[in-house]
């Protein structure tokens, strides 16, 4: 089941206008469970379902990589960057070990 999207209004109306790109590093939401807030990110519910389906986005998201090292216990190179982009995100932004993201990603 999907959460509420009644706050994500200015999205809908910013993807309907054509926007390319959305950085989701400064979005939080509460998921269904009701569990603490989750970085946006990070959250593939967020990225996949909402953003990209619900929502039927078909623009860029963009995220900060720095931002989810606060986020995500990944002790290993390359894995915060592999998370960012298995759970739907783009582009990466200052991505802090690219070489190592792409060996954890084959």
């Known amino acids: 089941t999907l959460p509420d999207t009644t706050v994500f ?15 989701t590093a400064n979005l939080h939401y509460t998921t269904p469970t009701g569990k603490q807030p989750l970085p946006a990110n990070i959250a593939q519910l967020y990225i996949s379902e909402i953003i990209k389906k619900k929502l039927s986005y078909q623009g860029l998201l963009f995220t900060e990589v720095p931002l ?10 390359g894995e915060t960057e592999a998370l960012a982009i298995q759970v ?19």
């Open 9 to 23: 209004y200015p999205y809908q109306q910013l993807i309907n206008a054509g926007v390319g790109g959305i950085l």
């Open 88 to 106: 739907g995100n783009d582009v990466l932004i200052d991505p802090l070990n690219l070489s190592a993201t792409v060996r954890t990603l084959k």
């Open 68 to 77: 989810l090292q606060d986020w995500v216990d990944k002790p290993r190179p």
